[in-house]
């Protein structure tokens, strides 16, 4: 438990302290054509955390949630595709003219979305061998199952509020709106991301998960939506995202209360 402790205190002050650094460097001078630079270099210092600290405290075992997993919990990882498809489909029904039905899918695009898919999915291993592969199965050993869901998910979301208060993240809705519906969404999902992870006993559910949600989200979902007012609905900061995602995280809980119970195997 003393080392459970001091690592997750060491994790905190190597993630935030170099996250610091970096926030300001792309908030400051970056643009458009190297925010993919910043913005690979942010989502693989929960890695470099989780390995530091990792090495530091726990020489003899695992602690990174790398491991072997059953086939089966790949299909876990498309839950996004149920509360994201619905979520914009509903909204495109809802809000005339929001489904930008001009949209080509020539076999150009489809070459970069293929590209992108495989970028966005290794960009989200970095962040989920820190959050899940190593920080949650410590937080949930020092203070349970319950407060390990909203401390982990709180620090998930307060690594994020400097890139949405400045703009660079998640633009589109006022900062209120935009700080407050993303930490409720962030919670929701990671109660989804912590069941996959200690129901698979591995992180790479959870990354696959992870990566699935950002590439349908900002690389497939957004560029079908036209309405400039679509992000109070629809994706991170949306309502009707936020109510579905929210949905299955309490059905999670509902039935899934002795999976959290029993804690990370490996």
């Not at 390995?51 to 790398?66: C, D, P």
């Not at 069941?195 to 990566?211: D, E, M, T």
């Amino acid at each position: 438990m003393n080392n459970d402790k001091k690592a997750f205190r060491l994790f905190l002050i190597i993630v935030f302290a170099v996250s610091v650094v970096v926030e300001t460097v792309w908030i400051i001078f970056g643009d458009a054509d190297t925010g993919i630079i910043f913005s690979a270099l942010l989502m693989y210092i929960p890695l470099i955390g989780a390995v530091i600290a990792g090495r530091k405290y726990f020489k003899k075992q695992g602690s990174l949630g790398i491991a072997r997993f059953k086939p089966f919990y790949i299909f876990l990882a498309l839950i996004p595709l149920i509360y994201l498809g619905f979520s914009y489909g509903l909204y495109w029904l809802m809000v005339k003219s929001s489904f930008n039905s001009s949209l080509s899918f020539n076999l150009e695009l489809i070459v970069n979305l293929i590209i992108s898919f495989l970028i966005i999915i290794v960009l989200a291993i970095g962040e989920e061998v820190g959050w899940r592969g190593f920080m949650y199965p410590i937080v949930q050993r020092i203070m349970g199952w319950k407060k390990a869901i909203i401390v982990t998910g709180i620090i998930w979301a307060l690594w994020h509020l400097p890139l949405i208060i400045s703009g660079i993240y998640l633009p589109g809705t006022s900062m209120i709106h935009g700080v407050s519906f993303f930490i409720i969404e962030i919670i929701a999902l990671t109660v989804i991301l912590s069941w996959i992870r200690i129901k698979s006993n591995s992180v790479w559910p959870a990354a696959l998960f992870h990566g699935i949600h950002n590439f349908l989200d900002q690389a497939i979902f957004q560029e079908l939506t036209n309405n400039e007012k679509s992000s109070y609905f629809v994706g991170e900061t949306g309502i009707i995202t936020i109510v579905i995602t929210i949905l299955i995280a309490i059905l999670i809980l509902a039935f899934g209360r002795k999976i959290f119970e029993k804690g990370i195997v490996k």
